[in-house]
């Protein structure tokens, strides 16, 4: 198996990279910034259509999207294992599915913080806040009566839920008005695997890879 990780720890990448060691998967990191114009050549884009990071190469199949690459990914390799962190049954996937896309499409548009984006944060100002809120407010009525998102143990789930609740975006969030949530995504955040991703990569100043290898 050769797994290559295009994008910076900086970047929704992070979620892919903490989603390969929790699987235990060994890879080849290519640290491409969001504004590194390698994204947009002809060879970054016949990998990924839309030019962006994360971007991942699984022996020779190309995915790009976070969520996809980590259901993709905890699909082939963690669904085995006690817990598995995807889940078997149809009906465990489809909830990993639905909390993953509803972080993304009613979470992660109200909470980032990218460069790229800031003209349309400062646009929509305080007209946001009720989303977040109300979103924040969900989240903290589901991990009020469990644990975890989708069953009894930790699953990818849970990992893609909260990689859109990152520390750096968290820290902008009033979580006190919402315990569960931050018990929560301290138990995600607190993973070895989490741990062993954001040491190895969180200090790091942001390398630009700006002659980087082509993909
Ligand atoms: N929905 C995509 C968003 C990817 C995305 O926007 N990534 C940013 C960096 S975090 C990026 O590459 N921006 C550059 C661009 O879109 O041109 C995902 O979850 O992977």
């Known amino acids: 198996m050769t797994l290559i990780i295009y994008g910076s720890p900086r970047s929704r990448t992070m979620r892919t990279l903490w989603a390969a060691a929790e699987l235990g998967l060994t890879y080849e990191h290519v640290p491409l910034t969001?504004?590194?114009p390698v994204l947009k050549t002809p060879d970054f884009l016949r990998l990924n259509p839309v030019g962006s990071i994360p971007t991942a190469v699984d022996d020779g199949f190309a995915l790009s999207e976070s969520m996809a690459i980590n259901?993709?990914?905890g699909k082939k390799y963690g669904s085995v294992g006690a817990p598995p962190l995807y889940p078997n049954s149809p009906e465990g996937e489809a909830e990993v599915w639905r909390w993953s896309l509803w972080a993304q499409g009613h979470l992660e548009p109200w909470v980032q913080r990218d460069a790229k984006l800031?003209?349309?944060?400062?646009?929509v100002g305080d007209a946001a806040e009720p989303l977040v809120q109300a979103?924040?407010?969900t989240l903290d009525r589901i991990l009020s009566a469990r644990a975890w998102l989708v069953g009894d143990h930790f699953t990818i789930g849970d990992l893609n839920v909260a990689g859109v609740l990152s520390p750096s975006r968290a820290e902008h969030l009033a979580l006190k008005d919402y315990p569960h949530v931050g018990a929560w995504l301290a138990r995600c955040y607190?993973?070895?695997a989490a741990?062993?991703?954001?040491?190895?990569f969180g200090g790091r100043p942001d390398v630009s890879s700006r002659s980087p290898r082509t993909p």
């Open 34 to 36: 969001w504004d590194d």
């Open 71 to 73: 259901l993709y990914l």
């Open 118 to 123: 800031a003209p349309l944060r400062l646009a």
């Open 135 to 137: 979103a924040l407010a």
């Open 190 to 192: 607190d993973r070895p």
């Open 195 to 200: 741990r062993a991703t954001r040491a190895k």
